[in-house]
């Protein structure tokens, strides 16, 4: 049943009662129309709904922007994780109904689920983040944490620090986000050493550290001596497979030189909580901007762990620092 305008509040009673059976492991929203009346306007409180379990490590860390937009103006914040498909529009509609304001989603799924609704509640703001959905609604915007920086910063060391001219890439899906990742990577390789192959796979999942591993030493078998993914938990099997095969893994969204100490020596980050934060920022003081909005080098976003730089060899540092400061100042174009 659709709900929206007047039948919200008769409707909310139903959808909490959805609510406490889709939220796996996280959650639920406990609707209110009467709080909804008074802390839409005001923009005080703001939620995060995504379809990743609990603890969630890039959940979390889109979560932490809106934390720390907490620590700063007191708005209260939540995040609903583990929804399930069959509950995306009920959860998406609870979060208007009890006035958070923005309304923010992670990833295409939810993504289209905001395209479909955001119409029926112009008032409230919507944020898609990590996505490249863009429905072109006034209140609607997409906030685009762009992966190529880090991942030609990645390539770079990966082009530099290959031995027999072969590199991998692990994705978890042929996906637009993850294809990003990848281009920005061999971009960066190529810079650095023209004529270096790279073999892509892909998981097939971003839950399974097995499938991983196994694809990882596939590509180990193949030549590969340095492997990124692209893969979120099934990344740690890739990093896992170069250790044991002693070989170099790069590691994605955050630093990982933990996930297997000495075969780890750079990160391509993914400031995804800054980035979010940002454009959270801006709509709870009144400088909403629907469309696009990319968070990349030229903004502000970390690329790197000052302990990877810190890190590098000699004669791979300086190389690495010109790359960091031309990406910075706009002279580095990647076309992915």
Request: aromatic fraction near 6%; include cysteine.
């Amino acid at each position: 049943m659709r709900i929206n305008g007047s039948r919200a509040a008769v409707a909310s009673l139903a959808t909490a009662a959805l609510l406490a059976l889709s939220a796996c492991g996280g959650e639920s929203l406990n609707t209110s129309a009467s709080s909804a009346d008074s802390s839409a306007a005001a923009g005080g409180k703001s939620v995060l709904i995504s379809s990743q379990p609990e603890g969630d490590a890039f959940g979390d860390l889109v979560f932490s922007g809106l934390q720390k937009l907490n620590g700063e103006t007191g708005i209260e914040v939540k995040q609903i994780a583990g929804v399930q498909p069959s509950a995306y529009e009920q959860q998406v509609r609870a979060a208007v109904q009890q006035g958070y304001n923005p309304v923010v989603v992670l990833w295409d799924d939810l993504a289209n689920v905001v395209t479909s609704l955001a119409p029926s509640f112009p008032d409230t703001n919507f944020m898609i983040v990590d996505s490249y959905i863009d429905p072109k609604l006034a209140n609607v915007e997409t906030v685009v944490i762009d992966p190529t920086q880090a991942a030609y910063l990645a390539g770079i060391y990966a082009g530099n620090a290959t031995k027999t001219g072969t590199i991998g890439f692990v994705g978890g899906a042929e996906q637009p986000v993850i294809e990003k990742y990848r281009c920005g990577y061999l971009a960066g390789a190529e810079a650095a050493k023209p004529g270096v192959k790279l073999l892509t796979s892909y998981s097939g999942s971003f839950t399974d550290p097995t499938k991983g591993q196994q694809v990882a030493n596939s590509q180990i078998s193949q030549g590969a001596d340095v492997l990124m993914h692209a893969a979120n938990k099934s990344g740690l099997g890739v990093l896992q497979a170069a250790a044991a095969a002693k070989k170099t893994g790069i590691g994605v969204d955050f630093w990982q030189g933990d996930v297997a100490a000495g075969s780890v020596p750079w990160s391509a980050l993914k400031d995804a909580g800054t980035g979010t934060y940002t454009a959270a920022k801006n709509a709870t003081s009144g400088n909403f901007k629907s469309g696009i909005f990319t968070w990349g080098a030229q903004e502000g976003a970390e690329l790197f762990d000052q302990r990877d730089l810190d890190g590098l060899p000699a004669d791979l540092k300086p190389k690495m620092q010109t790359a960091i400061d031309d990406l910075k100042a706009g002279k580095i174009t990647l076309n992915c």
